[in-house]
């Protein structure tokens, strides 16, 4: 008995009013924490004397579970507490119990969807500069690696930056530099780290 609207496609969903601009701002915002957190891991290890690329890739992959896992538990609790919030009114509103319908599912669906994007978006923020450290020891040194890691992940903020300055018809190119510049800041500031 599920509407057609129900079914509708995360596509379309993600393009709708109510759910695209914050499952957007989910995404583009842990996606940031991601990339400057890969930044961060890999520039750190390289500098901590980390042996080789898998190391890397080890910690990295602990940081991007850590950071996925927070991105879609913390956004799935504060869209639940929303939804309920919301629902509560409506229903004081109509008078009436909207448990298992329409509203109630589409409602669901949201926070499904914001949470899916509030995960994805630092997965691939920190995923991304991970992938020079698959080269290491063949076709790069850990220096070239760690050097190609900061440029991807400054590249990923770049791509943020152009993205949401596009929605905002906003000049894509000095939002991305203005986003791109967290991950250069980023990367000094790790090498001025004491140790």
Not at 87 to 115: C, F, G, P, W, Y
Not at 169 to 193: D, T
Request: net charge negative.
């Amino acid at each position: 008995m599920a509407p057609e609207s129900d079914s509708a496609s995360l596509v379309q969903r993600l393009g709708s009013d109510k759910v695209g601009p914050i499952a957007r701002r989910y995404f583009v915002s842990n996606g940031f924490d991601g990339a400057l957190t890969g930044v961060g891991v890999t520039v750190g290890a390289y500098l901590s004397g980390v042996p080789d690329g898998l190391t890397v890739i080890s910690i990295g992959l602990g940081a991007a579970i850590g950071l996925c896992t927070s991105g879609v538990w913390s956004v799935w609790e504060i869209e639940r507490a929303e939804m309920r919030a919301e629902l509560q009114e409506t229903e004081a509103a109509m008078l009436t119990d909207l448990s298992d319908t329409h509203v109630e599912r589409e409602k669901m669906s949201n926070q499904v969807i914001n949470a899916a994007m509030s995960g994805l978006g630092p997965l691939l923020g920190l995923v991304i500069p991970l992938i020079p450290f698959l080269m290491e020891g063949t076709v790069l040194s850990l220096l070239q690696a760690t050097l190609v890691s900061v440029a991807l992940a400054v590249g990923v903020l770049f791509t943020f930056g152009a993205y949401m300055a596009s929605i905002s018809q906003q000049r894509w190119y000095i939002a991305g530099i203005r986003m791109g510049l967290a991950g250069i800041v980023v990367a000094i500031l790790n090498v001025f780290l004491p140790g």
